[in-house]
């Protein structure tokens, strides 16, 4: 059948099983949008605040769903704004498929009206892009883009599509959807090495990543530290992969991880790094990380072995896939000594001590864990409040806890709470932010109200930027400069303005109130929890230093 560009767009999405898309109009992108509007019981359009608000809320639909998640802008400022969103989907491994339009083809590189050089400005943050320049290859660009957003390490794909390009004409064939079968091939002999490292080792110690919740391997990985006895740390991107009661789950390791499981690292005779990267906020001296241990990395993406750290060994291969292949190998062990050792580290952990007179972040955080219970989805932007979350927060599962890990994107929560409750409407959605991070994308406040969204927002306002200014208090001699900005935004009343409800919690005791009326309400509500500017995110270890530098107070 003979379709317009903008009529195959459509067609091809359906066929990819989309059915929402998140988005901002423009001149470029209008015969698109055009087709939507006939097209509309098909594909569910969303309209963000803005561009980044859209990215970030097809990140999150994503993460939720494990599905493609979808945005689209305009050509110029629309699509730059999409720019930060796909950076972070791309660091955080997030399957993305950004389409942006742009002006006709007659008038590229004359500097047109909002005319900009997208794939150019995005190719170092997409597994890959695309710039259409003929109507008959746009079916199976879209195609391509899904399978490539999809497979192996997953991320972020981006179509150009000029506006004469979806005004042509051509012919368009159906295809189903292919699903994605793609596998590495497991070389056996480095299962053998592995299962010989891993019924050796006296001190293991499994360090997971962001890859144990893209690969849905969470089963499996809990299966083998049972069996063979091996405690787990993991990254910020792995939170909620162990359960937080579990015997062998340390918590978070890193910068500001728990003594325990840093200690762990740095005195084992083996880690097992799982889907992870070592990072600079894990492997801070990476010269000096896991000293004592050989170390076998498990990974998608043969780039990231010997990266950031040499390894001694390695296995390239889907997660789930290698765990699979290990498990039947693996003797069941115990470590009882080394058990013992792990315990004494987390006798001398940090411990932060309640009030009931003011709000303590932990206590925030014990309170929501405590009132919401295990089907709740939870987002956070960055700074304190997000590491306060990943440290506190007492159930969150694998695909629960959504945030930006590697770009570390102020602004992030709020639209990605968006996308994770169109996603899943009968979960609670809880948005956890501070006051400087919720200053930058509040304005999608307006789109959760418009599509009548009960997102909870609890805004841990300390009237500070909280996360710098630490670092300003402990390594730039306590000159804060650019970190207290003196705002006097009233949370309450910009709540009701854009048509949300407000409250303010200065207690433990109001915050309890205040947040059981959220979880009944059927719309958006931000609760403004007075926090102290003092209150710090410990443990800390200093840049480039270990944990024998950590600091306790």
Known sequence: MILTGAQIVIEVLAEQGVDMIFGYPGGSVLPIYEELYHQKHRIRHILTADEQGAAFAADGYARATDRVGVCMATSGPGATNLVTGIASAFMDSVPMVAITGNVPTGLIGQDSFQEVYIAGITLPITKHNFYVTDVNQLADILRKAFAIAQSGRKGPVLVDIPKDISTATAEYEPEPSQTNTYRTKIVPEQIEEATRLINQAKRPVIYCGGGVTASCAGAELAELA????????????????????????????????????????????????????????????????????????????????????????????????????????????????????????????????????????????????????????????????????????????????????????????????????????????????????????????????????????????????????QLQTYFNHGLFMATEPERETDFVKVAEGFGCIGYRATTPAEFREVFAKALKSERPVWIDCIVDREERVLPMIPPGKGVESVIMH
């Open 226 to 469: 049972g069996k063979a006895d091996i405690p787990v740390t993991h990254t910020l991107m792995a939170a909620g992969v162990m359960g937080y009661g579990e015997r062998l789950n340390l918590g978070m390791l890193g910068m500001h991880g728990w003594v325990a499981a840093n200690q762990a690292i740095a005195e084992a005779d083996l880690v097992l790094a799982i889907g992870t990267r070592f990072s600079d906020r894990v492997a801070q001296n990476r010269r000096t990380f896991a000293g004592k241990a050989k170390i076998l990395q498990i990974d998608i993406d043969p780039s990231e072995v010997n990266k950031n750290v040499q390894v001694d060994y390695s296995i390239l291969g889907d997660v789930k896939d290698v765990l699979t292949a290990l498990l039947p190998k693996i003797n069941k062990r115990r470590h009882p000594s080394w058990m013992k050792m792990i315990e004494g580290w987390k006798q001398e952990d940090y411990h932060p001590v309640d009030s009931e007179e003011v709000l303590k972040p932990h206590q925030i955080i014990g309170i929501i864990g405590e009132m919401t219970g295990e089907e709740a989805i939870y987002t956070t932007d960055v700074g304190q409040h997000q590491m306060w979350t990943a440290q506190y927060l007492k159930h969150l599962t694998a695909c629960n806890f959504l945030t930006s890990g590697g770009l570390g994107a102020m602004g992030y929560g709020y639209g990605a709470a968006i996308g994770a409750k169109l996603a899943k409407p009968e979960k609670p959605v809880i948005h956890i932010t501070g006051d400087g991070s919720f200053h930058m994308n509040l304005t999608e406040a307006c789109t959760a109200v418009s599509y009548k969204l009960p997102i909870i927002t609890v805004i841990m306002n300390n009237s500070v930027l909280g996360m710098v200014r």
